[in-house]
């Protein structure tokens, strides 16, 4: 099995994550069920893994079971300015919470904290479908950990950052003008003061099957698209087991 070494500034797409030496997609080898690293970018741990590609089938068939359901809108009670927001939690299976956990548990293990598995539990899945325009504005959440993966995302980059606002765009510095790095698209974390040498936000652009972990209470954002396509994201809280 070949080693799996992130370039954080080049992240590979989810799929390699999943490749067998012949190149091909493996979501059934044992060794395969949990691939995902830690790294700081700032103060706090931060975790970027893949969900299983047949996990990901499964939460899109539960999506587009409760698409339209206004009994599950959760649109009132989340941050995002995103037209439409359900919730699935109910509808997704043990096994892919289970996974979702050992992704957590990575973060934990590396760090030291032995809380143990068990003593974990999700806390709400809720579902993000973005389009043209909608973001989501600073903002962190309740419990321990919180997480976010993409479902889908027809957005393509090169699309994503052609607009006004992105191509071309420079700015002054005292060792000449610095291109200015696209946001449209992208999910920014955020951590204490911009000052010299300390690098203050983490921006990704996400493609199918991504996941992100962090702490809850990590400030984080979402930055709208201008043009076509369609991202599906699904997020949600890790917290101790209640009594």
């Known amino acids: 099995m070949k080693e799996n070494v992130l370039d954080f500034d080049n992240p590979p797409k989810n799929n ?27 103060g706090p741990p931060v975790y970027y893994g893949g969900i299983r590609p047949d996990l990901i089938d499964h939460v899109s068939d539960c999506i587009e079971q409760r698409r339209g359901s206004e009994e599950h809108d959760v649109g009132g009670m989340l941050a995002g300015r995103v037209e439409e927001q359900i919730l699935i939690e109910d509808l997704v299976s043990d096994e892919c919470k289970e996974h979702i956990l ?24 809720w579902v993000n479908v973005a389009n043209n325009a909608e973001f989501n504005p600073i903002h962190s959440h309740d419990g321990l950990f919180s997480f976010v993966f993409y479902t889908k995302n027809t957005v393509k980059y090169e699309d994503a950052i052609d607009n006004k606002y992105d191509t071309n765009k420079e700015a002054p ?12 698209g992208h999910i920014e974390l955020h951590y204490g003061e911009t000052q010299f040498l300390n690098w203050s936000t983490y921006n990704h652009f996400p493609i199918q099957g991504d996941l992100l972990v962090f702490p809850s209470w990590l400030r984080h954002s979402v930055y709208p698209f ?11 809280n890790i917290r101790f087991k209640q009594q």
């Open 102 to 125: 050992d992704h957590v548990m990575t973060i934990i293990q590396n760090c030291s904290l032995g809380i143990p598995k068990e003593h974990l539990e999700i806390d709400g899945l």
């Open 173 to 184: 510095t005292a060792a000449g003008p610095r291109q200015v790095s696209p946001m449209a």
């Open 16 to 42: 390699e994550m999943w490749m067998t030496e012949d190149g091909q997609l493996s979501a059934n080898d044992p060794s395969l069920e949990t691939r995902g690293d830690m790294f700081s970018p700032f």
């Open 226 to 236: 201008y043009c076509g396509g369609e991202r599906i994201s699904v997020a949600g």
